[in-house]
């Protein structure tokens, strides 16, 4: 470590360190505007002018320190470069600091108090008067020029952390101001509304809309997607008022995305549920607590056994999903019990155990950073997984080869060194091709296949069928570009797979986890860092959902009901008996509705009404049962189907745990009381249990259901919540004094051999192919701005962004049809119709159409078959034949 002597004391720095930062180490303050940790030194502001013995004056942001260097931060040179330096600025400043959002947070005002004005010098100089108009565009934050200082934080934040470069310098001279492309308003750019801009403006430029200054902030974990970003609640008063990230996390690092930063208003919305409510002549009433949960406790009593159905949430913690599957399973006497992975990531589940032994992502989200090769397929990761996204392309950026294979042409195109538009239900074929040509290249790992893997004849075998010409003909990809991006993941080590529900939502789902399975292990890909297989999860505790036993074959920690040993020890635990007839998925739970085999339902926060295939038979499916019990925070599309509604508490209300898609569990904490009288959904579930006479749920705290799920789940044996405080654990945690288990299979893998398993595949179309009738393939998938239905609903700027459905058209598919952007249509599938507008865009393939699921309006869903994959009987989302017409 080099010691340099700032103003006479002696310092250690970091190796490679700037004076500026040098010296901020060392609790030494250098006036600086332009300087921010998380950027590359710009030099631009000159305020953080230094003297350096033998050098003279130098910007200490771009410096760096050297073995015996002598600095002086205070010379009368130093001092009269700066005191100019802040006059011109101030010069072009708004002064109006006491009405500025920004007010005494501003970096200006710091600089200006430690260098200080001269009041007399300073009126000589020529103000000039605001020339540029503000942009109001963006809904959630506000961009005043006038108060800009031209430091180049914003451009480099959207530049160098974002990866998007939405804005930049424009025009010379004094009218020098940051601009979007062609000057237009922020809300017309390529910015994603992240935020990331805003949070570091050292000025009032760019400052969140009705910002109010929270009075404490607690800690928490983001509630929508998988990634699990850790997060601070602002609280004022009853109400999150602000959101900011955890730069401390090692899952974001501080980073969030448009919904995690500002889609909090769902927490206290007027539309929240407050009271229970009972459906009486086909009206709701509010009745107590005692009233709604004695009915309920009294309904469900005539139901047990397996003409009951729970449908836990991915919404709610673990403790909470925990408590759901242990009421259906000790109570109801049924392992009729599912949760929403069963319509995204249950083929991962299954076909991560059978290749893997565990099914659950092989390495940490940080591991991106390090990767070679990134090969990045079915997931639009940087709409779907923001945070996550923003890794990749920083990942590319700094020269990590970058594959994306995907139907729709995604923002990851733009930064990909290779590109696969593959069709819809081809993943199979595309990745067994890939394979083959790493085999006949010799590019396998044969090492690694020898010791750690088995079944590779039978696999090799099967390569067989997946000859390119046949190839290039299923998926309409180029064998060029095949084999470029085989030779490339093979070569470019180490690499690392990252896939999502376009790879899950087949009826083929399993099997193209498989595939990618193959993949890594035929590579050697396996049980390292940055490189293995890495499952973008849907919602924000979906895997704990899977973890916590709420799908119908396996217990807790993935421990199958048909093992009599498990079974007995939860028994012995539950104090009853347990049946050992695995359950019905959550399609099958409808499609015995219909039969009247299955008669109530427990649907525990999940819209499940509009988030399911075939959604008309869902409806009818709820209609017929003889008592549906809803229980949520906000009156969903589901809940107008039940016989009564409990209101549960939202995440911000409550204490528990999340598992985000790295398997990390992490704490979230009650920041406010629940709103109106709503209870935590822990609280409610024990609740009806008692009511039935039940023992074993009299609980105080949720911190009691870890301990128990402790005791009898041995991946999470070593969890507590006092162990959980900082940034969680990962599972497996087999101990108290296990640290996790952040990578998976370094050693052996899960299996009962110890080696990963090769599956011998092949292509299989999908359930439902293109005809004169229907000639259009229809595929789904998020919105950047939304997040299913409800939450993101009750967010005013969020749909501001995003505030309707459109169906997007190829132009050549477009004009065959006389459809104009814009244009009213009407879209048939064998199953209903729905009325959206066309967006013609060439980011879809001709032949194929794309929608997202987000708008009660134009339920998308009606649409979509529910034709199953037999392994994991997830529903093929991805592929729906459909005509469009003009309406």
């Not at 200080?116 to 942009?135: C, H, S, T, V, Y």
């Not at 990767?371 to 940087?382: L, R």
Request: with cysteine.
């Amino acid at each position: 470590m080099p010691a340099v002597y700032i103003n006479g004391s002696k310092v250690e720095a970091k190796d490679g360190a700037t004076i500026l930062q040098a010296a901020l180490d060392a609790g030494i303050y250098i006036p600086h505007l332009c300087h921010h940790p998380d950027l590359e030194p710009a030099g631009i502001c000159r305020l953080c002018l230094v003297e350096v013995e033998g050098r003279g004056i130098v910007a200490s942001c771009q410096a760096q320190v050297e073995d015996g260097m002598a600095v002086w931060t205070e010379t009368p040179m130093v001092q009269k470069a700066r005191q100019i330096s802040l006059e011109l600025l101030l010069t072009n400043h708004l002064g109006d600091c006491l009405s500025c959002p920004k007010d005494n947070e501003c970096k200006l005002q710091e600089v200006a108090s430690y260098i200080g004005i001269n009041e007399e010098r300073f009126k000589q100089l020529r103000m000039l008067a605001p020339q540029f108009p503000l942009d109001e565009s963006n809904p959630f934050f506000l961009r005043d020029p006038n108060r800009c200082v031209l430091c180049g934080i914003c451009v480099r934040t959207c530049d160098e952390i974002q990866g998007i470069g939405a804005i930049n310098y424009a025009f010379r001279g004094f009218a020098t101001t940051i601009a979007t492309f062609g000057n237009k308003p922020i809300v017309e750019s390529n910015c994603e509304s992240c935020g990331e801009c805003v949070v570091r403006c050292p000025t009032g430029a760019l400052v969140p809309k009705n910002y109010r200054k929270p009075a404490k902030e607690v800690k928490s974990i983001c509630p929508y997607c998988g990634v699990g970003c850790s997060i601070y609640l602002g609280v004022r008063g009853n109400e999150v008022v602000f959101v900011r990230g955890d730069k401390d996390s090692p899952v974001n690092e501080g980073q969030l995305c448009v919904k995690g930063r500002f889609g909090f208003g769902f927490i206290n919305s007027p539309e929240r549920l407050r009271k229970p409510l009972v459906k009486r002549n086909g009206e709701f009433v509010e009745v107590t607590w005692d009233e709604a949960l004695d009915l309920v406790a009294s309904k469900f009593s005539q139901y047990k056994g397996d003409q009951f159905a729970a449908v836990a949430s991915a919404r709610c913690t673990n403790e909470e999903n925990y408590l759901v599957q242990k009421f259906a399973r000790a109570v109801m006497q049924t392992n009729n019990v599912d949760n929403c992975a069963r319509l995204c990531h249950a083929p991962t589940v299954a076909g991560l155990n059978i290749a893997y032994g565990t099914g659950g992502g092989t390495n940490p989200i940080s591991d991106i950073d390090g990767a070679s090769c990134i090969f990045v397929i079915g997931s639009n990761t940087t709409v779907a997984h923001p945070v996550v996204g923003t890794r990749i392309r920083r990942a590319a950026r700094r020269g990590a080869t970058l594959i994306v294979a995907d139907p729709r042409r995604i923002e990851l195109f733009n930064h990909a060194h290779v590109c696969l538009q593959q069709r819809p239900g081809s993943d199979v074929a595309l990745l067994m091709g890939m394979a083959r040509v790493i085999y006949e290249q010799g590019l396998h790992d044969e090492e690694f296949i020898r010791e750690r893997c088995e079944n590779f004849e039978a696999f090799v075998e099967s390569l067989e069928q997946f000859e390119l010409d046949f190839v290039e003909e299923v998926t309409n990809v180029p064998k060029e570009k095949i084999i470029q991006a085989a030779t490339l993941y093979a070569t470019r080590k180490p690499s690392l797979i990252i896939y999502s529900l376009g790879i899950t939502e087949h009826s083929h789902g399993a099997e193209n986890v498989l595939a990618l399975a193959n993949l890594a292990m035929l590579t050697g890909n396996v049980g390292k860092p940055s490189a293995g297989v890495m499952p973008l999860r849907g919602q924000n505790n979906v895997q704990g959902a899977c973890d916590m036993g709420c799908i119908p074959a396996s217990f807790p920690g993935y421990q199958p009901v048909k093992d009599g040993a498990v079974r007995r020890k939860f028994e012995k635990a539950w104090g009853c008996r347990l049946s050992e007839k695995p359950g019905l998925t959550l399609v099958e739970m409808f499609q015995e509705a219909l039969k009247g085999n299955v008669r109530a339902f427990y649907i525990v926060g999940m819209d499940l009404a509009y988030s399911m295939p075939n959604a008309r038979m869902v409806w009818e499916a709820l209609e017929r049962a003889e008592f549906v019990v809803v229980q949520e925070i906000l009156m969903t599309g589901t809940a107008k189907f039940a016989h009564v509604i409990l209101p549960g508490a939202s995440f911000a209300e409550k204490d528990g745990t999340f598992t985000n898609l790295e398997r990390r569990v992490q704490l979230i904490r009650k920041a406010i009381e629940p709103i109106g009288d709503a209870r935590p959904d822990w609280w409610i579930t024990c609740e009806i249990a008692k009511r039935m006479g039940a023992t074993g749920f009299d609980y105080s705290h949720p911190s009691e259901v870890m301990d128990e799920i402790a005791r009898l789940t041995p991946s999470f044996a070593g969890m507590s919540f006092a162990r959980l405080e900082g940034a969680g654990i990962q599972w497996p945690c087999t101990s108290p004094d296990h640290p996790g288990t952040p990578i998976l299979h370094i050693e052996a893998f899960n299996t009962p051999t110890g080696k990963g398993h090769f599956s011998p595949l092949q292509y299989k179309p999908p359930a439902e192919m293109p005809d004169d009738e229907y000639p259009l393939i229809l595929t789904t998938g998020r919105s950047l701005y939304h997040f299913h239905l409800s939450m993101t609903r009750r967010v005013e700027g969020l749909l501001a962004l995003h505030p309707e459905e459109r169906i997007w058209l190829n132009p050549k598919d477009a004009s065959k049809l006389g459809i104009a952007d814009g244009d009213k249509v009407k879209v048939i599938s064998r199953r209903g119709e729905v009325f959206t507008r066309a967006k013609v865009t060439e980011d879809v393939a001709p032949g194929t159409a794309f929608m997202t699921f987000h708008f009660y309006e134009t339920p998308t869903n009606i649409l979509v078959n529910e034709a199953l994959c037999p392994i994991a009987k997830t529903p093929e989302f991805k592929v729906t034949a459909i005509r469009v017409e003009r309406a």
